[in-house]
Nanobody, 124 residues
Framework: QVRLVESGGGLVQAGNSLRLSCAAT????????MGWFRQAPGKEREFVAAISGSGDVTKHADSVKGRFTVSRDNAENAISLQMSSLKPEDTAVYLC?????????????????WGQGTQVTVSS
């Protein structure tokens, strides 16, 4: 069983930066693809970024490319999402997810494990 706990959310002004972290417990962390998704009120869950088990493959949504960067530390069983140049439209609950397998998926339904999420609010 994989357990995921996010941290680092908060309230920031537009243009500022924030770093989210996700701590994972459970077996075979290094073999899991890890992803970040977000969900704003009244909207569907949206892909943000994902990273392969080794960290050599990453994907980012077009809406965050050049502003957000996903990374992982397998020694610490953790992943991070560095967010810069934040915009009000980035406001959402950010969720960490894990999937068993090697394909770096952008589809939420392909992830088996989810954290509870951390709120990010960007004020204008």
């Amino acid at each position: 069983q994989v357990r995921l706990v996010e941290s680092g959310g908060g309230l920031v002004q537009a243009g500022n930066s924030l770093r989210l972290s996700c701590a994972a417990t459970g077996p075979s962390f290094r073999r899991n693809v890890m992803g970040w998704f977000r969900q704003a009120p009244g909207k569907e869950r949206e892909f943000v970024a994902a990273i392969s088990g080794s960290g050599d493959v990453t994907k980012h949504a077009d809406s965050v490319k050049g502003r957000f960067t996903v990374s992982r530390d397998n020694a610490e069983n953790a992943i991070s999402l560095q967010m810069s140049s934040l915009k009000p439209e980035d406001t959402a609950v950010y969720l960490c997810a894990a999937r068993i397998g090697t394909y770096v998926s952008e589809v939420a339904s392909t992830y088996e494990y989810w954290g509870q999420g951390t709120q990010v609010t960007v004020s204008s």
